[in-house]
């Protein structure tokens, strides 16, 4: 119940493409789900987040997709730059005593030239 | 510096041997975190302290040993290590350890590897 399930663990995108990347949850009371990025030699940093509220956000080339009833949310990456390789972590959260995200296992993004 | 700060980068430790890590962030937060990252594996939160108060033991061993002085310094010692303790150890801060959307702010890490 306390998982977060991410696929694909790995993802070749050419350059202008699509990147998609999915992630599923089990808990129901998990009610704010960001997404971080990670680069070789460097820390995940926050790239966008949603509540649960909401379908959709957007933020320049980055989009969060929600389906509450589905329990699964996404993260699409337009116009794919090589720039955009790294890993990418979904996560989920639940406002309840000490906060702690649950992360998914990662997908690395590879945006060829 | 701005940021939070992880040191050492790398080390490489026998079991037997004692050594700490260090971490300091400069953003004013109220949280402190360590998390441990292993290849194809979900970060893995190993404690929480909340204005210096740990709050959270992840079920962690007691060779990793959490100390949190004060908001803005965290050190996780570590003692008789095992080779599958090798990992990038993560250390985060965020504004409010009990806000959900209280993002985290994380460290560069340190890479340990146990001989």
């Known amino acids: 119940q306390q998982q977060v399930k991410q696929s694909p663990q790995s993802l070749i995108v050419q350059k202008g493409g699509i990147s998609i990347i999915n992630c599923a949850y089990e808990n129901t009371a998990f009610d704010y789900f960001p997404w971080y990025q990670q680069f070789p030699g460097k820390g995940p940093a926050l790239l966008i987040a949603?509540?649960?509220?909401?379908s959709e956000k957007k933020e320049g080339r980055f989009t969060i997709s929600f389906n509450k009833s589905a329990k699964q949310f996404s993260l699409h990456i337009m116009d794919s730059q090589p720039g955009d390789s790294a890993t990418y972590f979904c996560?989920?959260?639940?406002?309840?005593?000490?906060?702690?995200?649950?992360f998914g296992t990662g997908t690395r993004l590879k945006v060829l030239a | 510096e701005t940021g939070v700060t992880q040191t050492p980068r790398h080390l490489v430790m026998g079991m037997t041997n004692k050594k700490s890590l260090k971490c300091e962030q400069h953003?004013?937060?109220?949280?402190m975190y360590w998390y441990k990252q292993s290849a194809k594996k979900p970060l893995e939160l190993m404690f929480v302290y909340n204005f210096k108060e740990q709050t959270e033991n992840n079920s962690v061993p007691s060779r990793f040993s959490p100390e949190c002085p004060n908001s803005s310094h965290l050190f996780l010692h570590l003692h008789t290590l095992q080779p599958e303790d090798s990992a990038l150890y993560l250390c985060?801060?965020?504004?409010?350890?009990?806000?959900?959307?209280?993002?985290?702010?994380f460290g560069n890490g340190t890479r340990l590897t146990v001989t």
């Open positions: 996560a989920a959260s639940m406002a309840s005593g000490t906060y702690k995200y649950i």
């Open positions: 953003l004013g937060h109220n949280a």
């Open positions: 949603i509540r649960p509220d909401v």
């Open positions: 985060a801060s965020s504004q409010d350890g009990t806000a959900a959307n209280s993002p985290l702010h």
